[in-house]
Structures are given as structure tokens and as C-alpha cells.
């Protein structure tokens, strides 16, 4: 993840007039508190298993943050997302 952290920190300033679009803009902060606060809500509280849809993230980087909260792994519906979220690790 450092060398994306280092690919990210490029772009810090940047205007979003100059960021080739489409573009995923996100606060890390509140991404990983919001995961986190889901983690607890379904699987500390609630008691049951946590599969997140790719379909939602598309994204392997954000399966493995939600995998990190105590995921029990992520739901694909599609040959093509199985694809992505296996080629990303």
C-alpha cells in the first residue's frame, strides 16, 4: 500500500479540473471509519457473517479494507467481478 500511498500523494492539490475523469475521489478517513462502524454494526451486534457485494466497490483494494474489518469474504454476482477481485488478490 505504499507505493499506492505515494501514487495518491501525487495528486494532493490537484484540481479536479485537471484529474483525468472518471476519477474515484474518496476521504480514507471516513471510508475506513464507516467500514469499520459497518464490521461492528453486522457482525459484532448483529452477530452474523459479512459478505459485501462487489458490485457496490468494484474495486479490490476496498474488498480488502472491508476484509480487514472481519469481512468473512465478498459476494460476486458476475464471472467479470470474480475476475477483478481475484486478479487484485
Known amino acids: 500500500m505504499a507505493d499506492q500511498r505515494n501514487a495518491i500523494d501525487q495528486y494532493i492539490?490537484?484540481?479536479?479540473?485537471?484529474l483525468d475523469t472518471p476519477v474515484l475521489l474518496l476521504d480514507l478517513d471516513v471510508l475506513e471509519r464507516n467500514i469499520l462502524r459497518m464490521s461492528k454494526t453486522i457482525i459484532g451486534e448483529a452477530g452474523v457473517g459479512w459478505?459485501?457485494?462487489?458490485?457496490?466497490?468494484?474495486?479490490?483494494?476496498?474488498?480488502?479494507l472491508c476484509l480487514d474489518a472481519g469481512a468473512h469474504g465478498v459476494t460476486c454476482?458476475?464471472?467479470?467481478?470474480?475476475?477483478?477481485?481475484?486478479?487484485?488478490?
Open 13 to 18: 492539490g490537484v484540481g479536479i479540473g485537471a
Open 77 to 89: 454476482a458476475k464471472l467479470g467481478e470474480a475476475e477483478v477481485m481475484a486478479d487484485g488478490g
Open 51 to 64: 459478505r459485501p457485494h462487489t458490485k457496490a466497490m468494484k474495486n479490490p483494494d476496498l474488498a480488502r
